[in-house]
């Protein structure tokens, strides 16, 4: 087997410690051959289709990747912005602000954020963590709900990593967070400032992400713990069960998803005489196409359209400074018993000496 090509080993040194942000991707422009790469790479990855290789391979490159990213480009040029994708700014703002938290609590922590598909990769991210010295890694989900097709698949790309890496840092895995206190805590609050500042409408909608039924019968824990956060959700806003909806978003393909579907709802609502709208999704973590296109500009549109008054999109936790708290608290959770305290000069001075010992031994 064929390994990475990894910096030179030096005994002795100071072990130091990193969180990876992982989320799942952006392509680099709004463009149709930047979304051909971007969604060959996706929709190649056989978490997110499990549909037999062979047969998926000559769908995706025979019709979709024909079709489809001419389309997805336009829908990412109406978001885009100058900093780039939605997804790829929001994140980058939460991996910074998340170190500078970790600094400010007194941490020797180094955040960086990866992206499945796409740059930076999450490969490419742990090299430069091996390149200096990181002995410790925190693998932190931008997806506080656990999916076979998201989070499983970023754990997927790191342990390929693995495979090509002689010496692997010891690795921690956040799996979910989607019923942590302080992660509802957050989401309320968001809701909360948007209550205050444009009032309450007659329903709060919380639109999730979708995923194939089947995956639901296959065990995967995605569905459940959705209901469970719009559940606790509710709850810390004091909402009653004819007050909010949950729904699931993005359907892609003829197979049967999750139900209910977030805009045939919005559309049933409005036809019924629900005039005001509320829309959430504590799902994404960050602002992205699925929020800023697919609800606050198509699902707000069909709401119109079918009779309602108004639709406020309520914004995800971005770089809310209560979810950057809650964000860290959570990480640190998962790094307890590691050392996260700075190495002092001395142990960095006898880490050198020592590495210079060996290599004149040898």
């Not at 960086?112 to 091996?130: D, H, T, V, W």
């Amino acid at each position: 087997m064929a390994f990475n090509k990894e910096p030179s080993f030096q005994h002795g040194q100071p072990a130091r410690t990193a969180v990876l942000y992982c989320n799942l991707g952006t392509p680099s422009a709004p463009t149709a051959p930047a979304l051909r790469k971007y969604l060959a790479e996706f929709l190649g990855d056989s978490r997110v289709v499990e549909i037999p290789k062979p047969i998926w391979w000559l769908i995706l490159h025979g019709i979709i990747l024909r079709v489809r990213p001419k389309k997805s480009a336009a829908k990412y040029a109406s978001i885009w912005t100058e900093g780039g994708s939605p997804l790829k700014v929001f994140t980058d703002q939460q991996a910074q602000s998340l170190g500078k938290a970790m600094q400010e609590r007194g941490h020797s922590v180094t955040v960086r954020y990866a992206m499945r598909y796409g740059q930076p990769s999450i490969p490419e991210q742990l090299n430069a963590f091996k390149a200096e010295g990181v002995q410790r890694v925190l693998i932190v989900p931008a997806y506080p709900q656990y999916s076979g097709t998201t989070t499983a698949s970023v754990f997927d790309a790191v342990y390929r990593w693995g495979l090509k890496t002689r010496l692997i840092p010891e690795m921690r895995f956040v799996n979910h967070y989607h019923d942590d206190p302080r992660y509802i805590a957050a989401l309320a609050q968001t809701v909360r400032e948007h209550w205050a500042a444009q009032g309450q409408a007659e329903q709060l909608v919380m639109s999730f992400h979708g995923v194939p039924e089947r995956t639901l019968h296959l065990g995967d824990p995605y569905h459940c713990e959705c209901l469970k956060t719009g559940r606790m959700l509710a709850e810390a806003l004091g909402l009653s069960k004819d007050q909010y909806k949950l729904t699931f978003q993005s359907r892609f393909g003829k197979a049967k998803w999750l139900e209910p579907y977030t805009e045939p709802t919005l559309i049933a609502m409005a036809q019924k005489g629900v005039k005001k709208v509320d829309v959430i999704c504590p799902g994404f973590t960050g602002d992205c196409l699925e929020t800023l296109e697919e609800i606050q500009q198509e699902a707000q549109e069909a709401f119109f359209h079918a009779g309602g008054d108004s639709f406020s999109y309520i914004p995800c936790l971005n770089k809310h400074p209560v979810w950057i708290q809650a964000l860290m608290d959570i990480s640190l959770d998962h790094m307890q018993g590691w050392d996260l305290s700075a190495p002092d000069a001395a142990a960095l001075a006898d880490s050198r000496a020592r590495a210079l010992a060996h290599g004149a031994k040898n």
